[in-house]
Structure formats: C-alpha cells, structure tokens
C-alpha cells in the first residue's frame, strides 16, 4: 500500500504541473486540490489538517517583497536604474550582467544573507537583462551562482550543514566534506555561469550585450520625484540589510547583533511598503492589483501544501526503506538523494535525508 501512496503523490505531482500547463490551470490550484483529496480519502488528515499544511511563511515572504518592489516597477525606477546603468558603462558594457553574480557572491561570500540579496536584486537584474536584449534565463543563472559564496567555512550553513552531518560521520569527516563543497561549488557555479554567458551573450545580438547608444540613443534620462523616493527607501532598507551583518561579521556586538535577527528582509520590506505608500511613490492599489505575481505565489503556496502531505502519505518513509534496502542501483543513489531532498527539504520531511545520510 506503501508503494501505491507514493505512486499516487507522483502521479498527482505530474498531473499539477503537466495536466495544469495543458489546461491553463495553475499548477498550484491543482497541487491544493490533491492535498484535500489525499487529506480526506487517505490520510486521515480532514479539511482543517490540510489547511494547516499552508505555508504562512512562505506566502508572506513572497508576497512582503514583491508588494515592495512593485512600488520600483510601477513607478519607473527599475527601468531608470537600468538606463543610468547603460549610460555609465558606455566603455564596458558587457561587463554589466557580470556584476549581478560578482556583487551579491562577495555580499553572500562575507555573510549576508542570499535569500534576502536575490530577493532584492532579482527585479533589477532581471529589467536591466530584458532591457540589454539578453534571455532572461541569464539572470536566473546569473543570481543562482551567487549561492556558493553562502557556503564559505566560516558562515552560518557551513556550521548548521557540517554538524548536523557530523551526527552521522564524525565532525572532522563532516567538515573535510563540507569544506570540499565549498570550494566545488565556487568551481562549479562560477564555470557554469561564465559558460552560460558566453553561450547566451549572442542568442540576440553578440558576445557584447547592445550599447546604450544602441538600446537608447540619445535619449534623456529624467528621475522623476517618485523614483527619488522610490530609490531612497530601497537604499535604506538594502543598508539596514546588509550593513549589520558585515559589521557582526567583523566586530560582533549585541547591537548588530540584535539587528540582524529582528530586522529581516520580511520586517523591512512591510516597512518598506508603509514608507512607499506615505510618501505617495506609486498608487498602492495599483501595485496590489497588477505588481504583485499573484499567479506565481498561488502555484508556490500550492505545491507547498501537496509537498506537505508526504510525510502522512509514507512517502519519505518508502523512500529510506528503498535506500536502505539496496533496491536501487549504487550508481543512482546519490542523483535520488539529491532529488528527495530537493522536494522535501523541509525540516520535519528530512527524515528520509537523515536515513540516507546514515547508510
């Protein structure tokens, strides 16, 4: 019956996402009603059970910050910002997307942290890319490369990862590990995202992104009121962001120190929408109505909850018994580790991870 469960969970998984891009539904709102089927023929969870299982977290976190930087995209300011990048790097053009995996690598590399550098940058890399005439997908590779630098020996998850590792395999085998992984993963990310620019780079137009003559001609760059505003409350929050956490990195202290861990990217963004809206930078209504990915936020809330259900399903605990029975290919062990825990990385579904880990 174990089998027929996860058969079940994938099936339905597939059917979300395959079945959903078929009909025009999304993916999330098919993933919520397999949760409720699961929750109430299956596993005994019951319609509050599974409505327990939506993530809160995750719902506000990608709502905070898109709300925010829906005020920088509805009034202009991302658009600007690109502009004045093109005009000031008339010299060296192609060496603009570069700096969106330079910056926030050395910004992860010195500890801050790169959910909350990607969430910031991810609007302004992803206009000035569109803006230069490169494949989005650029951006994307662009800013995910920039997570090795979060791997350094002497930050957060190298501690959280390598102890909790070491559980298993010995402390000094764990950090031998991890600290291979860190330099493996600067080699990997790094030659991955040279690769994927030089190969991209001319998909429209060149090894060289398109000048700001080019794109813009002689066309005057004005910063209207709004986006000076818009642009001073996105400094202060990105400053009260990172600057702490450099600080605590060099000369920790209880002040940065209780900065840091209060003031998050969640807090500051709902404060950085109460300043937008104060300061009259864009209508908020419209922000809310068309700046926010509502579609985007249902089909990852969505998953979520069906991901949620695993655990009662027995997935993850089909999934040890497979592992530690030898059934699968010694060869196919760790792609299958990697793809488990991919999909339940959360820590109350690592059970199946933890067993892997073991044998």
């Not at 699968?328 to 999909?343: M, Y």
């Amino acid at each position: 019956m174990t089998y027929v469960k996860l058969i079940l969970f994938i099936v339905a998984i597939l059917i979300s996402v395959l079945g959903g891009k078929k009909l025009k539904i999304n993916a999330g709102l098919s993933a919520i009603g397999f949760a409720f089927i699961f929750g109430v023929t299956i596993t005994g969870l019951g319609v509050n059970g599974v409505v327990n299982l939506f993530s809160a977290r995750l719902f506000v976190n990608m709502f905070l910050v898109t709300f925010f930087f829906g005020y920088a995209t509805a009034n202009g300011t991302m658009l600007s910002i690109t502009k004045y990048l093109f005009k000031n790097f008339k010299g060296a053009p192609w060496l603009l997307p570069l700096l969106f995996f330079a910056i926030p690598f050395l910004m992860a590399f010195a500890g801050a942290s790169t959910d909350s550098i990607i969430l910031f940058l991810t609007p302004i890399a992803f206009a000035f890319i569109i803006e230069a005439k490169l494949p989005p997908v650029l951006a994307s590779i662009l800013l995910w490369a920039t997570c090795a630098g979060s791997w350094a020996p002497w930050l957060t998850n190298y501690a959280t990862f390598s102890s909790w590792f070491g559980e298993s395999i010995g402390m000094e085998a764990a950090e031998a590990g991890f600290t291979k992984l860190f330099v493996v993963a600067c080699v990997i990310n790094i030659s991955f995202m040279l690769i994927s620019y030089i190969v991209l780079s001319p998909v429209l137009g060149g090894w060289k992104v398109k000048t700001s003559m080019e794109i813009l001609g002689d066309e005057k760059i004005e910063i209207t009121k709004e986006q000076k505003k818009t642009m001073y409350i996105i400094l202060a929050v990105i400053a009260v962001l990172i600057i702490p956490t450099l600080i605590q990195l060099i000369l920790p202290n209880p002040v940065t120190g209780w900065i840091k861990a209060n003031l998050t990217i969640q807090v500051l963004s709902a404060l950085g929408i109460i300043a937008m809206h104060l300061t009259k930078a864009a209508d908020t209504n419209d922000v809310i109505k068309n700046q926010i990915p509502w579609g985007l936020i249902i089909m990852v809330c969505g998953m979520a909850m069906l991901m949620g259900e695993a655990g009662n399903l027995g997935v993850t605990e089909t999934i040890s018994a497979l592992l530690e029975s030898g059934s699968l290919p010694a060869s196919a062990i760790i792609p299958f580790i990697a793809a488990v825990c991919g999909f339940f990385r959360r820590h109350r579904h690592g059970a199946g991870c933890r067993a892997a880990v073991r044998h």
